[in-house]
T-cell receptor
Framework: KNEVEQSPQNLTAQEGEFITINCSYS?????LHWLQQHPGGGIVSLFMLSSGKKKHGRLIATINIQEKHSSLHITASHPRDSAVYIC???????????FGKGTKLSVIP | EPEVTQTPSHQVTQMGQEVILRCVPI?????FYWYRQILGQKVEFLVSFYNNEISEKSEIFDDQFSVERPDGSNFTLKIRSTKLEDSAMYFC?????????????FGEGSRLTVL
């Protein structure tokens, strides 16, 4: 069974700061997802990665398959980025997503 | 933009009652999922559904739970006899032909409160 660990659990940043959230997992995967959960509870998919790096606007996600590690970066953070960021992985040959506990990000103006 | 819709947004029920949570996935998607999140805890996988049958289920998804795609558009989760510990936010999601390695689209969730 895959174990997904995220760090930090909580993060407070000043507006404009560069932010990094880390995710590590224990067993080989077919895909890793970065998700954003809004204060109201809704979940939005940010990235799905199986290798390399993806960029969307101010968000960048990277994955190192050999090290079983992924990072989510936010450049020029803004208060509207305040949310819980969740890492989740899909095991090889499986439909089951295993979720991390999430990183609560607060960006202060 | 296409979206996954869930109803109801909040349901309160008495212990032992049956509950049906409804989801309308994105119309051309092929894979459907239910997840739950107990307050303050991480999201947990319940079940995946493809080609009109369950493709995978977790240990949580016991005989009290069932899923159905009754009419080609709705995707429902039924809890036969609710328990206090079923109180949670339930999320439906769908994905296209990528399946487990495709982008997931989530609904806004249905909050279930069991009294």
């Amino acid at each position: 069974k895959n174990e997904v660990e995220q760090s930090p659990q909580n993060l407070t940043a000043q507006e404009g700061e560069f932010i990094t959230i880390n995710c590590s997992y224990s067993v080989g995967i077919s895909a890793l997802h970065w998700l954003q959960q809004h204060p109201g509870g809704g979940i939005v998919s940010l990235f799905m990665l199986s290798s390399g790096k993806k960029k969307h606007g101010r968000l960048i996600a990277t994955i190192n398959i050999q090290e079983k590690h992924s990072s989510l970066h936010i450049t020029a953070s803004h208060p509207r980025d305040s949310a819980v960021y969740i890492c989740a992985v899909t095991g090889a040959g499986s439909y089951q997503l295993t979720f991390g506990k999430g990183t609560k990000l607060s960006v202060i103006p | 933009e296409p979206e996954v819709t869930q109803t109801p947004s909040h349901q309160v029920t008495q212990m032992g009652q049956e509950v049906i949570l409804r989801c309308v996935p994105i119309s051309n998607h092929l894979y459907f999922y239910w997840y739950r999140q107990i307050l303050g805890q991480k999201v947990e996988f319940l079940v995946s559904f493809y080609n009109n049958e369950i493709s995978e289920k977790s240990e949580i998804f016991d005989d009290q739970f069932s899923v159905e795609r009754p009419d080609g558009s709705n995707f429902t989760l039924k809890i036969r006899s609710t328990k206090l510990e079923d109180s949670a936010m339930y999320f439906c999601a769908s994905s296209g032909d990528g399946g487990a390695t495709g982008e997931l689209f989530f609904g806004e969730g249905s909050r279930l409160t069991v009294l």
